[in-house]
């Protein structure tokens, strides 16, 4: 088999495992959706007292003329479909009203369609093409976190125990009966770009921050399989003095 059918084959035979792992894990009955809801975690609480980072959508401009020039007409919230765009509460003074996205709650799908109806040209029109230029964050990934390299650790210890004669502990049994996990993978717009699998591991994944967009997908679905521990953060690139 030639190396590129191989690593074809390989990415099928993942993803395939990922669909059924999804399936079969119990605990996780929640993905990503649209949670537009005034209700939802952190929406209405000002930005300075929760200390999250700023992310704006896609094709924003920088901070300094995102602020003079967006006339908070909420258009690009309008056209976010999954709901990915909060506006900042009154009480965020000079942000109030703006456009931001909380990675934590609802990560942006990449799709674009804000971008195509800002009338000021703040959030700059982007095509197809333009996506792996996009940076509306960084990632910052803890990979002691990681659901996919705690399995491996676990598995690697139990296996020793089992050589050396021991019994396997039943100290961190939750993970083990969770297994590995790869949702972030599944869930990157730009899957094999910025988020690859880890050689060596099951469904383990391997960030290239070159690549990624900062999207908060990960993050958002990381989220939901780690119960509130997330292994991926995104963290503002925004210059706002
Ligand atoms: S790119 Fe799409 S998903 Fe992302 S914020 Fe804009 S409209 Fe929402
Ligand atoms: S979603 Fe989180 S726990 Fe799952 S593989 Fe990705 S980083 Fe690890
Ligand atoms: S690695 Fe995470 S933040 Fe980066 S593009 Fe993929 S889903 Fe978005």
Known sequence: MSTRRSVLAVTGL???F??????MRPGVSSYPQSRRSPNRPGMGQSLTTRALPLIRPPGA????????????????????DVGAIAL???QDGPLAHTPHIQPEVKGCTLCLKCTHVCPTGVLQPLKEKDK????????????????????????????????????????????????????????????????NLEPGYFLAPKFDETQCAGCGMCEEICQVVT???????????????
């Open 14 to 16: 993942s993803v395939v």
């Open 18 to 23: 990922a669909a059924v792992h999804r399936l």
């Open 61 to 80: 401009v920088e901070e300094k003329a995102f602020l003079a020039g967006c006339i908070r007409c909420n258009r690009c919230q309008d056209a976010c």
């Open 88 to 90: 900042f509460p009154q």
């Open 132 to 195: 792996l230029h996009v940076k509306m964050a960084d990632l910052s990934f803890h990979k002691d976190l990681c659901l996919s390299f705690k399995a491996k650790r676990i598995r690697d210890e139990q296996a020793l125990l089992m050589e050396s004669g021991r019994e396997a502990t039943e100290a961190d049994a939750p993970y083990e009966r969770r297994g590995p996990c790869g949702e972030c993978y599944m869930f990157c717009p730009l899957r094999n770009n910025a988020v």
């Open 227 to 241: 119960q509130g521990r997330p292994a991926i953060r995104l963290l503002s690139r925004r210059n706002q003095s």
